[in-house]
């Protein structure tokens, strides 16, 4: 069984600039959600994925979007990159509709910093 | 609000000594879900522990257990007889019936030889 993979899993970008994140999720899970976790805090929630529709959003700006592909792989991006966007951006796949089952597997991040 | 509180940023333990992980949570849900998860330096999460609001049982695997306490809102992690490879950070997560996990802000745990 394939567990969830990240790439890449560290990038440096400048301010303004855009970036890609993408995530492959555990075979057999229909459902990805992306969390950002800032260094020494707990990983923050931005959107959830199910059936390649977004189905639940945490408080982050319009600027950060997602996608879900068929195959239940999934991306994240981020437009007009800030300082404070540096962090971890963890991917989390999940079998359950819409998430319910609570239990989350997850990758080993993306470590982004902004120069 | 749904809010969970870890309020031991740092412990450090020596080998063998047990030691007790706290967590409070907050929400006004009847029906949640509470989770522990370790994150080693690596950076992914590791599901350690999932338990609904229904379940006050204690559970014990090895030498990890968890005591739920809803009258308190406190779902505290025991690990006895520490090991250097139990050091990571560890958070605790609360899910009611939004789409999202709620973590708290995790404590690092340093267990010394």
């Known amino acids: 069984e394939t567990g969830v993979t990240q790439s890449p899993t560290h990038l440096i970008k400048t301010r303004g600039q855009q970036v890609t994140l993408r995530c492959s999720s555990q075979?057999?899970?229909?459902?990805v959600s992306w969390y950002q976790q800032a260094l020494g805090q707990g990983p923050q929630f931005i959107f959830q994925?199910?059936?390649?529709?977004?189905?639940g959003r945490g408080n982050f700006p319009p600027r950060f979007s997602g996608l879900q592909f068929p195959n239940y792989s999934s991306e994240l991006n981020v437009n007009a990159l800030e300082l404070d966007d540096s962090a971890l951006y963890l991917c989390?796949?999940?079998?359950?509709?819409?998430?319910?089952?609570?239990?989350?597997?997850f990758g080993e991040g993306s470590r982004l910093t902004v120069l | 609000a749904q809010k969970v509180t870890q309020a031991q940023t740092e412990i450090s333990v020596v080998e063998k000594e047990d030691v007790t992980l706290d967590c409070v949570y907050e929400t006004r849900d009847t029906t949640y879900y509470l989770f522990w998860y370790k994150q080693p330096p690596s950076g992914e999460l590791v599901f350690l522990i999932r338990r609904n609001s229904f379940d006050e049982q204690n559970e014990i695997s090895g030498r990890y257990s968890w005591n739920f306490q809803k009258s308190t809102s406190s779902f505290n992690f025991t690990i006895t007889a520490s090991q250097v490879v139990d050091s990571a950070v560890y958070f605790c997560?609360?899910?009611?019936?939004?789409?999202?996990?709620?973590f708290g802000s995790g404590t690092r745990l340093l267990v010394r030889p």
């Open positions: 989390a796949s999940s079998p359950g509709q819409r998430g319910n089952t609570g239990e989350l597997f």
């Open positions: 997560a609360l899910k009611d019936s939004s789409y999202k996990l709620i």
């Open positions: 994925y199910y059936r390649e529709e977004e189905n």
């Open positions: 075979s057999g899970h229909n459902t």
